[in-house]
């Protein structure tokens, strides 16, 4: 138990009570043990919640007016997406889905006839409001009044017409709002493709230069991927207001896995194709993958599940790989908590 919950006498009401021993076994990728329980701060749900959509001709102009909204703190949140990811998703609905959307729309708006009206709209904007904007950015605000959401709006639509953006229509946020926990089913192709994400977090004054770099190693492999039938589409997003996620995200035909039989009723793997083996499109995405996170090793960037993909270990000073190495000893010292997570050795004989 960490924080006041280390006490033996007191409630587990504050997460800091000397050093911060509860970051210790948070993003560990469970290397570091267990965890059994939690306790989590409850807060008010914000008063006002608007949200608003932009369209973009290039990824520079979105990126551009990310960084510049995330450095000013006028959203709860922002994320985009390129033509290939925003393909995808649009596809990847059918009507049933819609309808679980729509009725998300209804109860979590303020009241039953603004969630109509804003169902309404969603309805009619339907699926081609972003046929005219290869790049497109969504956002959400909060605030206690409806003064001070409508500030920061204005604020961000401000911003983005400094960088050539426009506004559309805002459904996809709207629909995330409704429906925050997505279906496992999206962890799949719209058609049964295979999907792997990858991601990188750097900060804001790198988005442009690592977004170049990962276009670039995606550019000189274009041939074979065309050929291969292997699609990246790209997500990015802000966290806070000091960094830029960039997540590419591998499509390409192959078969089915175990995975698609735990999540899928078999109404659903029948829509879907069962691919024959594609073996030198896998070898390519895994090729690609592995690129890819060398790549972000030389840029510096971060990432938030690091489990056994990425390179934590060879990227980290001596010094804080020895404290690493201190503390998984202290806490395993046989190294059988998921031995090899965070890159941390196999477990040793008893």
Same mark, same amino acid.
């Given at each position: 138990?960490?924080?006041?919950?280390?006490?033996?006498?007191?409630? !587990?009401?504050?997460?800091?009570?000397?050093?911060? %021993?509860?970051? #210790?076994?948070?993003?560990?990728?469970? +290397?570091?043990?267990?965890?059994?329980?939690?306790?989590?701060? %409850?807060?008010?749900?914000?008063?006002?919640?608007?949200?608003?959509?932009?369209?973009?001709?290039?990824?520079?102009?979105?990126?551009?007016?990310?960084?510049?909204?995330?450095? *000013?703190?006028?959203?709860?949140?922002?994320?985009?997406?390129?033509?290939? %990811?925003?393909?995808?998703?649009?596809?990847?609905?059918?009507?049933?889905?819609?309808?679980?959307?729509?009725?998300?729309?209804?109860?979590?708006?303020?009241?039953?006839?603004?969630? #109509?009206?804003? +169902?309404?709209?969603?309805?009619?904007?339907?699926?081609?409001?972003?046929?005219?904007?290869?790049?497109?950015?969504?956002?959400?605000?909060?605030?206690?009044?409806?003064?001070? /959401?409508?500030?920061?709006?204005? *604020?961000?639509?401000?911003?983005?017409?400094?960088?050539?953006?426009?506004?559309?229509?805002?459904?996809?946020?709207?629909?995330?709002?409704?429906?925050?926990?997505?279906?496992?089913?999206?962890?799949?192709?719209?058609?049964?493709?295979?999907?792997? !994400?990858?991601?990188?977090?750097?900060?804001?004054?790198?988005?442009?230069?690592?977004?170049?770099?990962?276009?670039?190693?995606?550019?000189?492999?274009?041939?074979?991927?065309?050929? %291969?039938? /292997?699609?990246?589409?790209?997500?990015?997003?802000?966290?806070?207001?000091? +960094?830029?996620?960039?997540?590419?995200?591998?499509?390409?035909?192959? !078969?089915?896995?175990?995975?698609?039989?735990?999540?899928?009723? *078999?109404?659903?793997?029948?829509?879907?194709?069962?691919?024959?083996?594609? #073996?030198?499109?896998?070898?390519?995405?895994?090729?690609?993958?592995?690129?890819?996170?060398?790549?972000?090793?030389?840029?510096?960037?971060?990432?938030?599940?690091?489990?056994?993909?990425?390179?934590?270990?060879?990227?980290?000073?001596?010094?804080?790989?020895?404290? #690493? *190495?201190?503390?998984?000893?202290?806490?395993?010292?046989?190294?059988?908590?998921?031995?090899?997570?965070?890159?941390?050795?196999?477990?040793?004989?008893?």
């Amino acid at each position: 138990r960490t924080g006041a919950a280390a006490i033996a006498t007191a409630k !587990p009401f504050f997460r800091y009570y000397g050093p911060d %021993l509860t970051g #210790l076994f948070l993003g560990d990728a469970g +290397a570091l043990g267990i965890k059994a329980r939690a306790t989590l701060r %409850l807060i008010r749900r914000p008063a006002w919640v608007e949200t608003a959509s932009f369209g973009f001709a290039t990824h520079e102009q979105m990126a551009g007016a990310m960084t510049d909204v995330a450095r *000013e703190g006028l959203v709860s949140e922002c994320f985009a997406m390129d033509p290939v %990811l925003k393909a995808q998703r649009m596809k990847r609905a059918g009507l049933a889905q819609d309808l679980k959307a729509v009725k998300g729309v209804i109860t979590s708006a303020r009241g039953l006839a603004a969630g #109509l009206r804003e +169902a309404a709209r969603v309805a009619v904007a339907g699926r081609g409001f972003l046929d005219e904007s290869p790049y497109s950015m969504h956002v959400g605000t909060e605030g206690r009044t409806e003064a001070s /959401v409508a500030d920061a709006l204005a *604020e961000v639509r401000r911003i983005v017409a400094t960088h050539g953006g426009t506004e559309v229509e805002n459904t996809v946020p709207k629909v995330l709002r409704g429906m925050p926990f997505v279906p496992m089913s999206s962890a799949i192709g719209p058609a049964g493709e295979r999907w792997l !994400p990858v991601h990188a977090l750097v900060p804001l004054s790198d988005a442009a230069a690592a977004w170049t770099a990962i276009r670039a190693l995606f550019d000189a492999r274009r041939a074979d991927l065309e050929r %291969l039938g /292997v699609e990246i589409g790209v997500l990015t997003a802000i966290v806070g207001s000091n +960094a830029f996620v960039l997540e590419p995200v591998f499509y390409w035909p192959a !078969p089915r896995t175990t995975y698609y039989e735990r999540v899928l009723d *078999e109404a659903t793997r029948a829509s879907f194709e069962d691919f024959r083996p594609n #073996l030198e499109a896998e070898a390519l995405v895994f090729e690609l993958r592995g690129q890819l996170t060398q790549l972000f090793l030389e840029r510096g960037a971060t990432h938030l599940q690091i489990g056994r993909t990425y390179r934590y270990r060879e990227g980290l000073r001596p010094e804080a790989l020895r404290l #690493l *190495e201190a503390i998984k000893r202290a806490v395993d010292p046989r190294g059988v908590v998921n031995p090899g997570a965070l890159g941390l050795g196999e477990p040793q004989p008893q």
